[in-house]
């Protein structure tokens, strides 16, 4: 069985995801026949150019932009830029909307919504979104109600990097304690959408974290070992080829 090993940065990472969800077939018959909603985001950056590129449109956004908050380093700065709405793509036209609960509002079956997280259980392709807002819960509480009300698929394009220990329960539970303090944790009604899955998807092979960590641009990045599929299946070629394109993505600046 073939291997190839490569290291991902995090802004690689991104990358890799975009593409990967281009592949999706609900995303693409979303995008033709429905509506996709991209709520705003480091992750959703590339993914809200990535499907913007698909259906032809010369629009594009960027990180100062789109994002509704951002973690950095202690004593950094982050560059200010107006936000210009959340982005929505209904039948293949694209549009940005400052009201996220009417976009959502809107969603009927076969919509999708994209929303990155914060936190990762990669065995249970679940994840978890970090709230600061004291009032309504940020946007993810709007963008559960269509998923529940109305079985609007919601998927998560989140790196490996955001990966956890716990059962993203017990970390719900210690963090939205009656008692806690500080920021709480929501655990989506999604499904989390990684590099791993980004590769299944694009190249038929499987991959697997085999070490995390760097300087220099190379913090949060992972060595993944990827084989063929155990069928068989798989192109380690197309792989390698991929990997190509992507590695050496410029580091994310906001």
Request: contains cysteine; charged residues 20%.
């Amino acid at each position: 069985m073939s291997h190839y090993q490569f290291y991902l940065t995090p802004a690689a990472g991104k990358r890799l995801i975009a593409k990967g969800l281009l592949k999706r077939p609900e995303i693409r018959d979303a995008l033709k026949n429905g509506t996709v909603l991209v709520i705003a985001g480091t992750t959703n950056v590339y993914a809200a150019n990535a499907l913007l590129e698909a259906v032809g449109s010369d629009v594009r956004v960027t990180f100062p932009a789109f994002h509704k908050g951002v973690t950095v380093a202690p004593g950094a700065k982050t560059t200010v830029q107006p936000f210009p709405g959340q982005l929505v793509i209904e039948k293949g036209q694209p549009r940005f909307v400052d009201d996220l609960g009417a976009a959502c509002d809107a969603l009927q079956h076969g919509d999708v919504i994209l929303k990155g997280a914060n936190a990762l259980d990669l065995k249970a392709r679940t994840a978890a979104i970090l709230i600061g807002n004291n009032e309504m819960g940020g946007t993810i509480m709007e963008a559960s109600r269509p998923v529940l009300a109305r079985r609007v698929k919601l998927i998560l394009p989140v790196g490996v990097e955001k990966r956890v220990d716990l059962p993203l329960s017990e970390l719900t539970a210690r963090l939205n304690a009656p008692d806690g303090h500080g920021l709480r944790l929501f655990e989506a009604p999604g499904e989390a959408f990684t590099e791993l899955d980004a590769i299944r998807l694009l190249t038929g092979c499987e991959a697997v974290i085999v070490s995390s960590g760097g300087v220099n641009g190379g913090e949060g990045g992972v060595y993944l070992d990827a084989s063929e599929a155990a069928d068989g299946t798989g192109d380690i070629d197309a792989l390698k080829a991929l990997i190509r394109e992507i590695a050496k993505e410029p580091l994310t600046f906001v």
